[in-house]
């Protein structure tokens, strides 16, 4: 197998060092001043817009299936919004229990740096996440499907105390 790959490899070079010495035997030969350069430049131009074009096409000709076009209009209206405000080094939620089943939307955003906004349902396992950055809002939908109290911690190294950034939502059994 490796001598097989040596050996494609030396013919591969043999090629690539052929092409290069025609080349190098080419460019020793004289051009003339009456070589019209034309023909040879409105091939160029042709083949730089056919290229375009062909780009185009392919484009618009497969995008249709984009799957976030349509998506915000199609979405159903969330049952509550929380605004998650990340601030170094804790969540500021403006509402911090809601009920299984419910089209929870989260507004994060940052009022200092960067941060990561990840709710956990246990120790290890992450429901949702989205970056919480100042001066943008991310809109997080998550639909809780079982009860209990999921932390929220930071996921983006935010200074000192990004270890203890740490709140709570609470998930109470619908009614
Ligand atoms: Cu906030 Cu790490």
Redesign the pocket.
């Known amino acids: 197998m490796q001598t097989a790959a040596w050996m494609w490899s030396l013919m591969f070079m043999a090629v690539i060092a052929a092409v290069f010495l025609w080349v190098v035997a080419g460019a020793s030969t004289k051009v003339t001043d009456k070589a019209d350069p034309a023909p040879a430049y409105r091939w160029r131009n042709r083949l730089f817009w056919a290229v375009i074009a062909a780009g185009m096409v392919l484009t618009f000709g497969t995008l249709w299936d984009w799957p976030i076009a349509g998506h915000a209009a199609a979405a159903p209206k969330p049952d509550v919004v929380i605004r998650a405000v990340?601030q170094?080094?804790r969540w500021q939620l403006d509402r911090d229990t809601v009920k299984v089943g419910e089209l929870v939307e989260f507004e994060v955003t940052a009022s200092d740096v960067n941060?990561?906004f990840a709710i956990y349902h246990g120790k290890n396992r992450i429901v949702a996440q989205a970056q919480a950055m100042p001066g943008y809002v991310n809109k997080l939908r998550v639909r809780f499907t079982e009860p209990g109290d999921y932390e929220i911690l930071?996921?983006?190294?935010?200074?000192l105390a990004?270890h203890g950034?740490r709140s709570v939502i609470k998930v109470r059994a619908g009614s």
């Open positions: 990340g170094q080094w941060h990561g930071c996921l983006e190294y935010c200074g990004h950034m």
